[in-house]
């Protein structure tokens, strides 16, 4: 099949190309010029289009005519930066979300033997007063620029899938990582500086909550998970996550009792108010018994591979 990843160069993109890939499809990603991408992927055919503009984006899914559209561009920040980066950035998050996904499915129109995977985000739901079971009937209730356009572009598509017959759906994700992850989100983050601890760098590890909790997966399961979504007919919306919410603090110390780190290590948090909060969960049941998927790699374990990349890197 010919298979089309727009923000082929983001963490998702890229493991979904490589999934696409191994599959036997023919493969072409999507990044956009402000990237300043010129990394080559064997196999892959990588063009510098703005999707977002609605002729750009027509003029290459005619040429290609892909059977498979997975779209997993997307313009956000890390939670505690996330205000900050919306006050900058509010006119990009939209169009990278809302307007990508509508000139798609506004091509599927046209086109309704392709489908299409859009990468939604648990931002939908935040504002919780409680710990909170997510599934995909659950109504938004997002706070962020980022969630409100992610829970726009999830009623374009069951307006398009409803009216028009488009074959779109939506994958809700939750905190997922992996080696691609960027270098200011959590995981990489604690990888990072475990690892020097490890490497007898430091003797403490600074985190703004360690009491916080939190969702998370191996971002490779998950793309496996989307690119299962993608042969799935007829197309449904799945949550994609661990399923579990565990505290960071924890989820780091078992981390170091595995790698046999030194036992005066300080975790500490940066926040004066440090607290455990309500926190958002993944009900991954319907993807568990609709498409036979379910994590197999847990927080700890995770965590410890990314370290152990991380000393790869350095070549320890």
């Known amino acids: 099949m010919k298979v089309l990843i727009v923000g082929a160069n983001g963490q998702d993109g890229k493991l979904l190309t490589q999934i696409s890939l191994q599959y036997g499809n023919a493969v072409t990603g999507i990044v956009h010029k402000s990237t300043n991408y010129q990394e080559k992927i064997p196999g ?23 059977e498979i559209i997975f779209h997993v561009a997307a313009s956000h920040a890390s ?10 950035n509010s006119t990009e998050i939209y169009k990278n979300s809302v307007g990508i996904s509508r000139n798609i499915l506004n091509w599927q129109e046209s086109n309704l033997r392709s489908r299409s995977v859009i990468a939604l985000s648990s931002h939908m739901y935040s504002g919780t007063s409680s710990d909170r ?40 994700l939750f905190n997922h990582s992996s080696i691609f992850g960027r270098s200011d989100f959590i995981y990489p ?6 690892c020097n601890v490890l490497l007898k760098k430091s003797k403490e590890i600074t985190l703004r909550n360690f009491e916080a909790r939190l969702d998370i997966s191996d971002a490779h399961e998950i793309c496996v998970a989307m690119y299962k979504m993608s042969q799935h007919l007829p197309l449904e919306d799945f949550v994609l996550g661990s399923g579990q919410a565990e505290g960071i603090r924890e989820i780091t110390l078992r981390v ?12 500490i948090s940066t926040e004066k108010s440090a607290h455990a909060s309500p926190v958002l969960i993944s009900d991954i049941r319907k993807a568990k018994s609709i498409l036979g998927w379910s994590p197999e790699i847990d ?3 995770l965590l410890i591979k990314l370290v152990n990349q991380q000393l790869s890197k350095q070549q320890i």
Request: aromatic share 6%.
């Open 44 to 66: 892959c055919e990588v063009l510098v289009k703005d999707f977002a503009d609605e002729e750009q984006c027509k003029s290459v899914l005619n040429k290609i005519d892909p």
């Open 299 to 301: 927080s700890v374990t």
């Open 189 to 194: 983050i604690l990888a990072n500086q475990i």
């Open 79 to 88: 939670s505690s930066k996330m205000t900050e980066f919306q006050e900058r």
């Open 133 to 172: 079971l997510v599934n995909e009937e659950c109504l938004p209730s997002p706070l962020t620029d980022y969630g409100k356009a992610k829970a726009e572009t999830f009623s374009l598509i069951k307006e398009y899938r409803r009216l028009s017959g488009v074959n779109s759906c939506g994958a809700i």
């Open 256 to 267: 170091l009792e595995r790698l046999n780190a030194p036992a005066n290590i300080k975790l």
